[in-house]
């Protein structure tokens, strides 16, 4: 396997181990937070570092792989995904039945830690990748604000209604997001989305099938936890009676 970290969208897979500390320093405030609040802050900090590991994941593997290995390694990564989605509930509650809910925090945090050091000897800084592109900023605040509000109006529609004003507003403020998030892409330099995918429409397709298809997976994820904890008086790890 080739030592290297190049670059990809953005700029930032060559700041991946960056994100990664980030991820896994913040599973660790997570575990010792306090209260509610430093514990959603640290979930905040933990998205933002994960979010930039998990899109840049490709990147790394094509960088790393020659391109007569890189098919291995991208179904090893896929296979390993979706071994993690499967496994990842069950565990996830077999540990919080143990050791409470700080010790999925503390579990991430010491799996942080071994991928690190991992990573720190395999990857190594690629000097000839040549000037990275710049962050579209603008984008990424733009789609968080879609995002974020779209799933915040879909979140409290249920226990306030449709009527109520944070739903109002939520919905609205994500909805400008979407309509003014084109006209910036047009003007930056660098996009957070490539020009080609207002062309390219079988690739454009693929991908807002899959956009698709992992929020609805997700959303079911999250939807039925909440059901089996709440409605059905579930613990975490029900103990099988003997």
């Avoid at 500390?21 to 514990?39: H, N």
């Avoid at 020659?66 to 993690?84: C, K």
């Avoid at 000097?127 to 984008?139: I, K, T």
């Amino acid at each position: 396997m080739r030592r290297g970290c190049g670059k990809a969208r953005g700029g930032l897979p060559g700041r991946t181990p960056r994100r990664a500390r980030l991820a896994d320093a913040a599973s660790v405030c997570c575990a010792l937070a306090p209260d509610t609040r430093f514990l959603i802050l640290g979930r905040i900090l933990q998205g933002v570092g994960a979010s930039a590991i998990v899109a840049n994941t490709t990147a790394l593997l094509a960088d790393s792989f020659p391109p007569e290995r890189l098919p291995r390694a991208l179904g090893v990564n896929a296979t390993l995904i979706s071994a993690t989605q499967a496994a990842g509930p069950l565990l996830g509650g077999a540990v919080t039945n143990l050791w409470g809910w700080s010790g999925i925090f503390w579990v991430s945090g010491a799996t942080g830690l071994v991928a690190l050091g991992w990573a720190a000897h395999i990857l190594r800084p690629d000097r000839n990748s040549g000037p990275s592109e710049r962050f579209d900023l603008a984008g990424a605040l733009l789609s968080v604000l879609f995002l974020g509000g779209g799933a915040l109006a879909l979140t409290e529609s249920g226990p306030r209604g449709w009527t109520s004003g944070t739903v109002v507003l939520s919905a609205t403020v994500s909805l400008a997001a979407l309509l003014v998030f084109p006209l910036v892409q047009s003007r930056r330099r660098y996009p957070l989305l490539d020009s080609w995918l207002s062309v390219d429409r079988c690739r454009t397709m693929a991908l807002l099938a899959a956009f698709l298809t992992a929020t609805l997976y997700f959303s079911v994820v999250l939807v039925m936890s909440l059901y089996l904890r709440r409605l059905s008086i579930w613990t975490p790890c029900p103990r099988v009676s003997r």
